[in-house]
């Protein structure tokens, strides 16, 4: 089993920038890779970024490309959004994920299937 905890969330302008962090505890050999997902009001979840447990792979949606940075602290079994320019549609609660299947981050680490544990989310709110 994976634990999964969320830090980071809270309220900023629009422009604005806040880091996210998730801390994986428990059994973090067996991961394979770690998204961010993340979901608005009235919207289903989406996925937002996947970075691979080792190695350098990183992959992200077209709304977050260029402005979001996924990275990972293998020594704090911890992963970081850093999400910069904020804009008002980024408001949502935003889950971390991690997966254990050694299968492709560009396309199969993109859907919600992939992943076996999740986080308790943590909300994002961008005021305009």
């Known amino acids: 089993q994976v634990q999964l905890v969320e830090s980071g969330g809270g309220l900023v302008q629009s422009g604005g920038s806040l880091r996210l962090s998730c801390a994986a505890s428990g059994l973090t050999s067996s991961i394979s890779a770690m998204g961010w997902f993340r979901q608005a009001p009235g919207k289903e979840r989406e996925f937002v970024a996947a970075?691979?447990?080792?190695?350098?792979?990183?992959v992200y949606a077209d709304s977050v490309k260029d402005r979001f940075t996924i990275t990972r602290d293998n020594a704090k079994n911890t992963i970081y959004l850093q999400m910069n320019s904020l804009k008002p549609e980024d408001t949502a609660v935003y889950y971390c994920?991690?997966?254990?299947?050694?299968?492709?981050?560009?396309?199969?680490?993109?859907?919600?299937?992939?992943?076996?544990?999740w986080g308790q989310g943590t909300q994002v709110t961008v005021s305009s």
């Open positions: 994920a991690a997966g254990s299947k050694p299968y492709s981050l560009g396309s199969y680490y993109k859907t919600q299937s992939a992943y076996n544990y």
């Open positions: 970075i691979r447990w080792s190695g350098r792979s990183t």
